[in-house]
């Protein structure tokens, strides 16, 4: 089955053809680094991470390209700048090195080109001053704007009709983000303000506006026309509309081919937002919960739907987690002789049906459950051979990285540690089971049990097992 990817333009699932064979260009939409990044990020870029080891695993060659906007300014982060008495340049530092160093607990892979919108300006100027030579941006009083209406494709992405856009006072919008209703002329550039960062230009002094850069930087570093453009769904409108009008009104060439958008991630059923308190920042959570789970938990929905991030839920990953790191235990302990042909020919099917699942628009939750339903029949052969084991541990170890990236579902360090644990337990119970506290001894194989331990008695003693 081929890749089919849902995407926003057209509104239904394609079948995913790269311009370029097997070469495949993807652009993601980065933070902003006026503050920590939450876990409603960490969905994303988990997400997006598992896209480009899955385009990996089927044999294409994705080329990764992420922004950094260091640039965008509100009356807030001045507020902040003032308040911390640090400077523009050092509050952006301080949350960028902050973004990496999330990334990296993450286990997400680095993008092949990090880019810095203030190492883009030049790239930015060039592009408003083609708008203005192709009439297609004018020069008012604060900054120059584009003319959506000299733009026939204008809302192709978000499904609105120029013709249906009310009109304003000025028909202009100044700020960044704005809903669908106020859509008008947006900015390009700034003209420079007292008290917020500056860059010469053949316009005068200034700054970009913030949809500029991503166009910029997408067609430096993966030509004019690419294939995979993602972001959260609130990019949607207006910030990936306008990419597109400047884009293709620039080049007259088809910009993004896929557009991928992202759904939220809920609070106990709430929209997350500062004002509700309802708010974790990635270092939190790995904190709490790890970043093996957080990774597992963020890929059981499909990323077309919003996820609730409650305890009961994360309880419910962290349970399926067990299972998959169960199996992998068996399998690398297997040392039997059985080459269990019924085991190895689920095995086979396993292969087709979480394809299948992946190939359906990434299908993630469902191909999880593929995955379980394969780890349970593992659990149940006896004796599983060296050999058989080896060849579905190569399988589960692909897989295993394109869902958990760079992190280690366990270490064997640790192995060692809860291996000396085990064997306390055991202990523990046959000393209970010599003093005829039978209570107590079957507690503690109950609890052994649920971690995965098979203990086989014998008279006067006990060995035990995954
Ligand atoms: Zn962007």
Not at 219 to 247: R, T, V, W
Request: proline share 2%; glycine share 6%.
């Amino acid at each position: 089955m081929a890749l089919m990817i849902y995407n926003t333009l057209n509104g239904k699932k394609e079948e995913f053809k790269p311009i370029n064979g097997k070469k495949v260009g993807f652009y993601i939409c980065g933070p902003t680094v006026n503050n920590h990044i939450h876990i409603g990020h960490a969905r994303s870029y988990i997400f997006w991470d598992l896209i480009s080891r899955y385009l990996s695993f089927q044999g294409f060659e994705p080329r990764v390209v992420s922004n950094i906007t260091d640039i965008a300014i509100d009356d807030k982060i001045l507020k902040e700048l003032k308040k911390l008495n640090k400077s523009f340049f050092e509050l952006t530092t301080h949350y960028m090195l902050s973004y990496f160093f999330d990334r990296k607990s993450l286990g997400l892979k680095e993008p092949d080109i990090n880019c810095l919108a203030t190492q883009h300006i030049n790239e930015m100027i060039e592009l408003v001053q083609k708008l203005l030579d192709k009439k297609y941006a004018y020069k008012a009083d604060d900054g120059i704007y584009f003319d959506i209406s000299k733009f026939k494709d204008y809302g192709k992405l978000a499904k609105i009709k120029p013709k249906e856009l009310k009109e304003g006072a000025s028909n202009r919008v100044k700020a960044e983000e704005y809903d669908k209703d106020s859509a008008a002329d947006f900015v390009l550039w700034k003209n420079y303000k007292e008290g917020e960062p500056y860059w010469h230009s053949p316009f005068g002094k200034g700054r970009p506006g913030w949809h500029i850069e991503c166009s910029a930087m997408s067609m430096k570093y993966l030509g004019e026309s690419f294939d995979i453009h993602a972001g959260g769904e609130d990019n949607i409108f207006p910030h990936h509309e306008n990419e597109i009008a400047q884009s293709e009104a620039a080049t007259g060439k088809t910009f993004s081919k896929y557009w991928i958008h992202m759904k939220h991630v809920l609070m106990n059923g709430e929209k997350m937002s500062k004002s509700k308190g309802n708010f974790i920042t990635v270092k939190d959570a790995v904190k709490k919960y790890g970043a093996l789970l957080l990774r597992f938990f963020f890929l059981t929905t499909h990323y077309r739907k919003n996820i609730d991030f409650t305890e009961k839920e994360l309880e419910n990953a962290k349970a399926k987690l067990k299972k998959i790191i169960l199996a992998f235990k068996l399998l690398e302990s297997a040392k039997g002789s059985n080459d269990s042909k019924e085991l190895m020919k689920k095995f086979e099917d396993l292969k087709k049906s979480f394809e299948s699942a992946m190939n359906d628009d990434f299908n993630t939750s469902l191909a999880i459950t593929q995955w379980i339903g394969f780890c349970k029949e593992i659990q149940s052969i006896k004796g599983l051979s060296r050999a058989s084991a080896k060849k579905i541990l190569i399988y589960f170890g692909r897989i295993k990285d394109v869902f958990f990236g760079d992190i280690e579902l366990f270490d064997e360090k640790k192995g060692d540690e809860s291996k000396k644990f085990i064997e306390i337990a055991i202990d523990i119970r046959n000393k209970a089971r010599s003093l005829k506290n039978f209570e107590l001894s079957d507690y503690a194989r109950k609890k052994l049990e649920e971690e995965g331990i098979k203990i086989n008695d014998s008279k006067d003693s006990a060995s035990w097992e995954y």
